[in-house]
């Protein structure tokens, strides 16, 4: 059984584009927008990109695996909606090319260990719809 309820799996396969933060050797933060995958048999996060295992986010999970995950999109008139995902984070050699062809073998996956969403169910753009905060065993 998957960590995500159905609704965030649905909202989860219309996105492409996220913002991953980690942390550098140095405690500070660092935010970064990257192409993302839900990988249904892991449940978990597969991010990848052109020369990933060169970059400082493949770098910073490298040294520490915690990590943040947002998707997130404004419907009209202004309803923001979304889900963000903590949890550890692996860098790992291979597996990029999964995502998509044109990206470096390597790849970071993200296991969820708390998820939050927000606004994926319709309602009164006014108002935050629906709301969902778990924390995994």
Request: hydrophobic letters at 35%; proline letters at 7%; aromatic letters at 8%.
């Amino acid at each position: 059984m998957s960590k995500f309820t159905d609704i965030e799996l649905e909202y989860l396969k219309t996105q492409r584009l996220g913002r991953l933060a980690t942390i550098n050797k140095y405690g500070e933060p660092q935010i970064a927008p990257v192409t993302f995958r839900y990988d249904a048999e892991l449940d978990a996060i597969d991010i990848g990109g052109l020369n990933m295992g060169e970059t400082q986010k493949y770098r910073n999970v490298a040294h520490n695996s915690l990590a943040s995950f947002v998707i997130d999109d404004l419907l009209p008139p202004f309803q923001p909606r979304g889900i963000e995902i903590r949890g550890h984070a692996q860098a790992l050699p291979d597996g990029g090319q999964q995502i998509s062809p044109d990206f470096s073998p390597a790849l970071i996956r993200l296991t969820p260990g708390r998820i939050i969403s927000w606004n994926l169910t319709s309602g009164d753009p006014q108002r935050l719809t629906s709301s969902c905060r778990r924390t995994m065993d």
